[in-house]
């Protein structure tokens, strides 16, 4: 799954520059600890080309009764007949720009927090769907290597990929099973990134 994860002004400025127009998003800011229900920037696209917008993280279908959590995931595997996500991959394509995101791991009954990043530290570019000002993350089986961390992990696409992802033409589900994950990077990170409300730079340093 992909829960939490951080948006550098780095990562927004150069989402900002794959897109023709910029909606409320502040490329002066820094987020370390991104969660469902908060707004974040997100790319969709158009007739007349893709924008930035601030977008809400986690998608509250029609549908959904007074206590149901907004769905933050959607996994690949199946996205195609899930009743919330099935028109969604079709026409509402999203990317989701990233520094890096946390996974948790269970070690001695205890969760604890890790970082992952690329290993070449270029921007990340996720997979994902939108509708009525919300997004969500789709994800996949984690690698090998990232399995010992958790077992499942978001779909990444490389940038030169962006706009095939968006090409309506284009099969979504069979387009990203075909996608390469990259090579990432994983670090242990403090315990704090537990409270959505924490939001700073030691977030994602590493612990010892």
């Known amino acids: 799954m992909c829960g939490r994860y951080s948006v550098q002004k780095k990562t927004a400025l150069v989402a900002n520059g794959l897109v023709k127009k910029n909606?409320?998003?502040?490329?002066?800011?820094?987020?370390?600890?991104?969660?469902?229900n908060g707004k974040y920037p997100c790319i969709k696209s158009a007739t007349n080309g893709?924008?930035?917008?601030?977008?809400?993280?986690?998608?509250?279908?029609?549908?959904?009764?007074?206590?149901?959590?907004?769905?933050?995931?959607?996994?690949?595997?199946?996205?195609e007949t899930k009743v919330s996500f099935k028109k969604l991959i079709v026409n509402s394509r999203a990317i989701i720009p990233i520094t890096g995101f946390?996974?948790?791991?269970?070690?001695?009954?205890?969760?604890?927090p890790y970082y992952f990043t690329r290993t070449d530290d270029q921007d990340i570019?996720?997979?994902?769907?939108?509708?009525s000002g919300q997004f969500t993350i789709i994800t996949r089986e984690a690698t090998e290597?990232?399995?010992k961390i958790h077992h499942r992990q978001p779909v990444i696409i490389p940038k030169s990929q962006i706009n095939n992802y968006f090409n309506l033409n284009n099969n979504a589900v069979e387009f990203l099973n075909n996608v390469k994950p990259p090579?990432?990077?994983f670090h242990?990170?403090?315990?704090?990134?537990?409270?959505?409300?924490?939001?700073?730079?030691?977030?994602?340093?590493?612990?010892?």
Request: charge should be negative; include cysteine.
């Open 23 to 36: 909606i409320n998003v502040d490329l002066e800011q820094d987020n370390f600890n991104c969660s469902p």
């Open 50 to 79: 893709k924008y930035l917008e601030m977008t809400i993280f986690g998608i509250l279908p029609s549908w959904a009764k007074p206590d149901f959590r907004r769905l933050h995931n959607a996994r690949l595997e199946g996205i």
């Open 102 to 112: 946390f996974e948790w791991a269970k070690e001695n009954e205890k969760k604890v």
């Open 125 to 131: 570019f996720l997979a994902g769907i939108h509708e």
């Open 145 to 147: 290597q990232n399995s």
């Open 183 to 185: 090579e990432l990077k």
């Open 188 to 208: 242990e990170v403090s315990t704090k990134v537990n409270n959505p409300s924490m939001n700073d730079v030691t977030l994602i340093n590493p612990v010892n």
